[in-house]
Nanobody
Framework: QVQLVESGGGLVQAGGSLRLSCAAS????????MGWYRQAPGKQRELVAR???????NYADSVKGRFTISRDNAKNTVYLQMNSLEPEDTAVYYC?????????WGQGTQVTVSS
């Protein structure tokens, strides 16, 4: 089992920046992918960014050039640096990890971008 604890959400004005953190503990040795989804009110959860253990990275088209995902292996933490935030980025952001045994989710952190 993997436990994920997120932090870093909040309220920011359009054009501002936030950095989300997600610290993993437990059975972290078998993690293949770490990443972030988000869910806005009334919308489906969507993939924002993911980082594979081999270093490959995916971004949603809507965040390319603005968001950066990274990982600190020593701290077992994945980060999402979000720059040039837009009101459309307002959502609950969920950290997740994929292992052979399945997917684990964080509790979610609210990001609100005011216009």
């Amino acid at each position: 089992q993997v436990q994920l604890v997120e932090s870093g959400g909040g309220l920011v004005q359009a054009g501002g920046s936030l950095r989300l953190s997600c610290a993993a503990s437990g059975s972290i040795f078998s993690i293949n992918v770490m990443g972030w989804y988000r869910q806005a009110p009334g919308k489906q959860r969507e993939l924002v960014a993911r980082l594979f253990s081999g270093g490959y990275i995916n971004y949603a088209d809507s965040v390319k050039g603005r968001f950066t995902i990274s990982r600190d292996n020593a701290k077992n933490t994945v980060y999402l640096q979000m720059n040039s935030l837009e009101p459309e980025d307002t959502a609950v952001y969920y950290c997740y990890v994929d292992r052979l045994s399945g997917r684990s989710w964080g509790q979610g952190t609210q990001v609100t971008v005011s216009s």
